[in-house]
């Protein structure tokens, strides 16, 4: 037993080390594309942002309150809970996991959200819950909602400005604590926020860049953790079949 589960196992940690190389990657073309740009020719200035240092000469820098309102919709009869993962995806509990939530039994406070939607989970954004919606539905006052003042700001470019910013801690260093390493933000901490200003057009870019550009990675991310997801079962298979005398010993 001991055999076949130290080549399980050494399998196992090169398939983990092999997803946080892949993760790595993944972050690296999203950090570069979203504060850099595609020009790899383009002449770069301090863009006076602490966390960000150069960006491209021509990108402008606002403060998100010029980018981003707050939005104020009305909760639904039937809309059905939206949450905000940590992993940047916000869509509908149903379509994730039910499973570690708890439900008011009173609705009070709750707030409508809509497809397309820019969010923030004030308590959970320093560590990556920021992402644009892609459910109808209703979701915590504990979340920010922001939609673009217009068509110049693209929702999906910001979320991922957005998540390289808190993943860079400033998010942490800059807000007020409610407990230890969770910084509360609210819509008046973030529209204060500078934040840099490709045109739409670079915008859309560079999402499309990233979109092909990490679609690879994605799909040998999955592949990879189904392998993990196999290799685990099969231990656990091995350590049963061990100690209810099924395994034949050689």
Not at 150 to 179: G, K, N, W
Request: aromatic content about 8%; some cysteine.
């Amino acid at each position: 037993l001991d055999k076949k589960l130290f080549a399980i196992d050494q399998l196992f940690e090169a398939k983990q080390n092999l997803l946080g190389t892949l993760s790595e990657k993944r972050r690296a073309l999203i950090t570069h594309a979203v504060t850099k740009g595609l020009d790899p020719k383009a002449t770069m200035r301090d863009s006076g942002i602490p966390w960000l240092e150069k960006i491209p000469s021509h990108w402008k820098i606002r403060r998100a309150r010029y980018l981003f309102t707050q939005s104020n919709l009305p909760v639904r009869e039937d809309d059905q809970m939206v949450t905000c993962f940590r992993d940047g995806e916000v869509t509908l509990r149903s379509n994730r996991r039910e499973e570690g939530f708890t439900n008011g039994v009173l609705e009070l406070g709750y707030q409508g959200i809509r497809e397309g939607q820019l969010i923030l989970h004030s308590m959970d954004a320093f560590a990556g819950a920021i992402g644009v919606s892609d459910s109808d539905g209703k979701c915590s006052p504990e979340y920010i909602i922001c939609d673009p003042l217009d068509d110049s700001t693209v929702p999906h470019y910001y979320a991922l400005l957005l998540r390289e910013m808190a993943l860079r801690s400033f998010i942490q260093a800059s807000c007020p604590a409610v407990r230890e390493r969770a910084p509360r933000i609210r819509f008046n901490d973030f529209k204060d926020f500078f934040l840099p200003v490709p045109s739409s057009e670079d915008q859309m870019k560079i999402l499309s860049h990233i979109r092909l550009s990490i679609g690879p990675i994605d799909e040998l991310i999955a592949s990879t953790k189904r392998t993990i997801g196999i290799m685990q079962e099969r231990r656990s298979a091995l350590i049963s079949a061990a100690v209810t005398g099924q395994m034949e010993v050689a």
